[in-house]
């Protein structure tokens, strides 16, 4: 049996010959097991540990076991390191040490299990405030720093946004910059699900309260995807608030509005798709989803985007935001921003096609263009590009 060394500063997980790394959760799991090594752990004993009160689906421990088991190249039927136990949970097997350095006491393992969810705990408590139409949003902010806004989309969740696969990155690297505010769209997260009105502005009305609500004079806005379209409809609402504008894998164009058949027709079946099988247990349609989002993603960060997906908020609401993005047009307000803006768009992004960037970038005056090589519509954190990404968003706001 080949003895495996675990790092839980960078969740590297090395034997004499093989060297590979684990997701931070997976991570977590892993420190859980070892902590108590020989005892079985039931799905939710891990689930209090590691994801510590957050509602999250319990299929997240199985992900993860089946991501830690990989990594060592176990075999479920006849497990060396971990092995399932009929309805009671998961057992690590065989021989554990655990290094001083690591280990202080006898808690240790567990308050690494915190330090790795150091990002989650520093977090603001999630707070909410009242849209001009009634409808509560949920916010928050984390990291210190000039202001960054991030536009609210059409799915994400405030507690569960830092396990994204793709989108955690994003909020751990720019919160060491930045403080970065961001909020759950109407009818999606933490924010209000039912009695919603779901059209564009009031969208634009959702991020206007936000800004509001934290009292900056200016704030720079980061709009992804469909959130760029409602980062452009504020600027030109209040262009006095808004010192810098950056938009990643944005457009102006809904896809109907592309003078594309194929689009539009495209646009008819996701919503017709998206009303009707959301919340099956089969994910086809939130499959389908993923794989436009992130073609490049592994089999495990695509099983937990297809689980998140359906946390988000319910079909009717998923569909109704699929519509009104398909059918949003700002591409009158384009040449109206005066804000300082940063395009950046990957050149083979599925959603967005580059296209629908350069047409912002050549239509904002003051603008600047930067291509990123990825199929991704978000680029993941491995991605050689992220860091470019990133820099290029911290030297433009810092200018």
């Known amino acids: 049996m080949k003895k495996w060394v675990l790092s839980l500063e960078d969740g590297s997980l090395s034997s004499d010959d093989d060297l590979s790394r684990l997701s931070p959760k997976a991570s977590d799991v892993?420190?859980?097991?070892?902590?108590?090594?020989?005892?079985?752990?039931?799905?939710?004993?891990?689930?209090?540990?590691?994801?510590?009160?957050?509602?999250?689906?319990?299929?997240?421990?199985?992900?993860?076991?089946?991501?830690?088991?990989?990594?060592?190249?176990?075999?479920a039927s006849e497990p060396k390191y971990i092995e399932t136990v009929g309805r009671r949970?998961?057992?690590?097997?065989?021989?554990?040490?655990?290094?001083?350095?690591?280990?202080?006491?006898?808690?240790?393992?567990?308050?690494?299990?915190?330090?790795?969810?150091?990002?989650?705990?520093?977090?603001?408590?999630?707070?909410?405030?009242?849209?001009?139409?009634?409808?509560?949003?949920?916010?928050?902010?984390?990291?210190?720093?000039?202001?960054?806004?991030?536009?609210?989309?059409?799915?994400?969740?405030?507690?569960?946004?830092?396990?994204?696969?793709?989108?955690?990155?994003?909020?751990?690297?720019?919160?060491?910059?930045f403080q970065v505010i961001r909020y759950d769209q109407r009818g999606n997260g933490l924010s209000q699900w039912a009695d919603v009105d779901?059209?564009?502005e009031r969208m634009v009305d959702d991020i206007e309260v936000i800004i509001e609500a934290y009292g900056h004079k200016e704030v720079s806005i980061l709009g992804m995807s469909q959130g760029a379209s409602v980062a452009i409809a504020y600027a030109n609402r209040q262009p006095d608030r808004v010192s810098h504008l950056v938009l990643k894998g944005g457009y102006a164009r809904g896809r109907i509005h592309r003078d594309n058949d194929a689009d539009r027709e495209e646009s008819e079946a996701l919503v017709s798709l998206i009303r009707h099988s959301w919340g099956n247990e089969n994910p086809a349609i939130r499959q389908t989803l993923t794989t436009l989002f992130m073609p490049d993603a592994s089999k495990e960060q695509m099983q937990w985007f297809n689980n998140f997906q359906k946390l988000c908020g319910p079909s009717e609401n998923i569909a109704q935001f699929r519509a009104t993005f398909d059918d949003m047009n700002v591409t009158q307000l384009l040449p109206k921003i005066t804000a300082p803006t940063l395009v950046l768009h990957s050149d083979r992004d599925s959603v967005a096609p580059l296209s629908e960037g350069k047409l912002l970038a050549s239509q904002i005056q003051n603008s600047s263009f930067v291509q990123l090589n990825s199929p991704n519509h978000m680029l993941f954190e491995t991605e050689r590009d992220f860091t470019k990404m990133i820099k290029n968003i911290d030297k433009f706001i810092k200018a």
């Open 30 to 75: 892993l420190a859980c097991l070892i902590n108590s090594a020989g005892t079985v752990l039931s799905r939710n004993e891990i689930l209090s540990k590691v994801w510590r009160g957050l509602h999250v689906s319990p299929d997240l421990v199985r992900e993860n076991i089946f991501e830690i088991r990989k990594a060592l190249g176990d075999d």
């Open 89 to 177: 949970g998961f057992r690590l097997i065989g021989p554990v040490s655990v290094q001083t350095q690591i280990r202080a006491s006898e808690n240790a393992v567990d308050e690494q299990v915190t330090k790795s969810s150091d990002w989650l705990g520093q977090m603001s408590p999630v707070k909410f405030c009242t849209s001009k139409d009634g409808v509560s949003i949920a916010h928050t902010f984390s990291g210190e720093g000039y202001p960054l806004v991030i536009a609210g989309s059409w799915m994400s969740h405030l507690d569960m946004d830092w396990e994204n696969p793709v989108y955690g990155g994003y909020l751990r690297h720019l919160s060491r910059q």
């Open 198 to 200: 779901i059209t564009f």
